[in-house]
């Protein structure tokens, strides 16, 4: 099985500031993709960023980009200018054809925004 | 589109009851997921149907467990009889999934299922 791992269960950052959260990832494969979703308070779970595998260009969602390292198994998803709207846990997924349709969580990670 | 839609939002019900999840995908997406969230065990996958066909059914805790898409647009996740264990968020998801193309889940809001 696939595992994806995110290593800080718990982050704050100040308002405005910026914040990266880690995610790892084990597989053999080469074509797979990756995604970072947001579940604030209310529990309703929300895509924030998509990136293909087979492209070298992070892919970037407003305030919302990431960090993806093929080589090291790292896709790491970073917030700029950070708003207590951010506040939430994150979960890193991932994605294969080996996979069928089924996507692999993360534990997630608790972001904290600090007023 | 309305997204995918949970019914009820909150279940709470006696040990050795019949619970029955509702599910309603979006229109066009032919993946549709059951997940369960847990403090424990985070999100866990149940079942999955692809073009309403029950594709993988190994995440299904046990025969208490059961779920039926009868068709494109709705899905239930069936458990009798509940027991305390059982309390979690479940969640259903739908995609559009072509060969290795993904977009994503859209999830619905979830139900959090309470059993005392």
């Known amino acids: 099985a696939q595992t994806v791992t995110q290593s800080q269960p718990e982050m704050s950052v100040q308002e405005a500031e910026t914040v990266t959260l880690s995610c790892t990832y084990d597989t053999s494969e080469s074509d797979y993709y990756l995604f970072w979703y947001k579940q604030p308070p209310s529990r309703q779970m929300i895509l924030v960023i998509r990136q293909e595998a087979y492209k070298q260009q992070n892919a970037t969602e407003n305030r919302f980009s990431v960090n993806f390292q093929k080589a090291a198994k790292s896709f790491s998803l970073k917030i700029s200018d950070s708003q207590l709207g951010d506040a939430a846990m994150y979960f890193c997924a991932y994605r294969s054809e080996s996979t069928g349709n089924q996507f692999y969580f993360g534990t997630g990670t608790s972001l904290t925004v600090i007023p | ?116």
């Not at chain 2, 060969?99 to 059993?115: A, D, N, Q």
């Open chain 2, 1 to 116: 589109d309305a997204g995918v839609i949970q019914s009820p939002r909150h279940e709470v019900t006696e040990m050795g009851q019949e619970v029955t999840l509702r599910c309603k995908p979006i229109s066009g997406h032919n993946s549709l997921f059951w997940y369960r969230q847990t403090m424990m065990r985070g999100l866990e996958l149940l079942i999955y149907f692809n073009n309403n066909v029950p594709i993988d059914d190994s995440g299904m805790p046990e025969d208490r467990f059961s779920a039926k898409m009868p068709n494109a647009s709705f899905s239930t996740l069936k458990i009798q009889p509940s027991e305390p264990r059982d309390s979690a968020v479940y969640f259903c998801a739908s995609s559009f999934e072509q060969g290795l193309s993904s977009y994503g889940y859209t999830f619905g809001s979830g139900t959090r299922l309470t059993v005392v």
